[in-house]
């Protein structure tokens, strides 16, 4: 069985204050999850007020995963697409998002 690859930390820093402030995380495409839900994780270490998600599209299995870990968060979304396929991409999906974003492609 193939895995999606582990999120990793290289840095971090939060306001002193963000336990009073409503937090925003950005993520343009919603998989399996696992990146999301790695900084959703990073970022409850501060006890924000709340945490928002944004992303541009989600997958059916990462929003399974984001309710489960994460039932306290609310996740908007603009499309939800629908499956990961055997790569874990999201299907019909935008191809990946960061060459379309560094012009890689």
């Known amino acids: ?29 919603l998989a399996t999850g696992g990146s999301l839900s790695f ?7 501060h006890s924000p007020k709340s945490i928002i998600a944004l992303t541009v599209i989600s997958s059916p299995e990462g929003i399974t995963r984001l309710e489960k870990e994460h039932h306290d968060i609310t996740l908007v979304t603009a499309n939800i697409d629908e499956k990961l396929n055997e790569n874990w991409y999201i299907v019909p999906g935008l191809g990946d998002m960061g ?7």
Do not use: H
């Open 1 to 29: 069985i193939r895995r999606p690859p582990r999120s990793t930390l290289s840095s971090s820093s939060a306001a002193s204050d963000v336990y009073k402030r409503q937090v925003f995380i950005l993520e343009p495409m």
């Open 39 to 45: 900084a959703i994780d990073k970022v409850k270490e």
């Open 99 to 105: 060459d379309r974003l560094f012009g890689t492609t």
